[in-house]
């Protein structure tokens, strides 16, 4: 199946992916940074997950920072949508424009996630800002859900640091 940086396709839903396409609203901590380049200082990365606005514009909420660096924070309370952008799409950097899939109940493999061994088969999991891979740069990933809105459902672990989960 498809594959990019940090998510993968395991099994697209019933027929295919549905992807929605949405322009970008720059959010907190991110003014004057352009988020398709990815040089910025806060560049879009594929397997991040984005939520809507009051305009319909994707947007990454939370507000990139985290007060701990080993807990996420900052949990998702309104649907959230993963990102698949092939790396080098030089056509939705300069549109400004970014692709989210929302089902229908496609599993996909990750690595923006929260590492967390506590997670076990059907554990619901929300959007939180967390840090990724261990490189120290804050992402909108997953964890498993406190009181937030579920986005995705855990399947199993593929390896540590990568799960598979299925979006609901």
């Not at 424009?97 to 109940?105: S, W």
């Not at 990724?132 to 855990?154: E, I």
């Amino acid at each position: 199946m498809g594959k990019v940086r940090n998510i993968e396709i395991i099994k697209p839903g019933f027929t295919k992916c549905e992807v929605l396409t949405r322009s970008y609203a720059n959010g907190t901590g991110e003014t004057g940074v352009n988020v398709f380049d990815p040089y910025s200082d806060r560049p879009l990365d594929a397997g991040e997950w984005l939520e809507r606005d009051a305009d319909g514009k994707f947007t990454r909420g939370g507000d990139g920072e985290m007060a701990d660096s080993e807990v996420p924070d900052d949990e998702g309370t309104v649907p959230a949508y993963v990102i698949w952008d092939e790396s080098g799409r030089t056509d939705s950097q300069v549109a400004k424009v970014c692709n989210g899939i929302f089902g229908p109940k496609p599993i996909l493999a990750t690595t923006t996630v929260f590492q967390d061994s506590t997670l076990v088969p059907g554990d619901e999991l929300s959007v939180w800002d967390i840090k990724v891979g261990g490189t120290g740069v804050v992402r909108r990933g997953l964890a498993k859900k406190d009181t937030g809105f579920v986005v995705a459902r855990f399947v199993r672990y593929v390896t540590t640091s990568k799960i598979e989960i299925e979006i609901i």
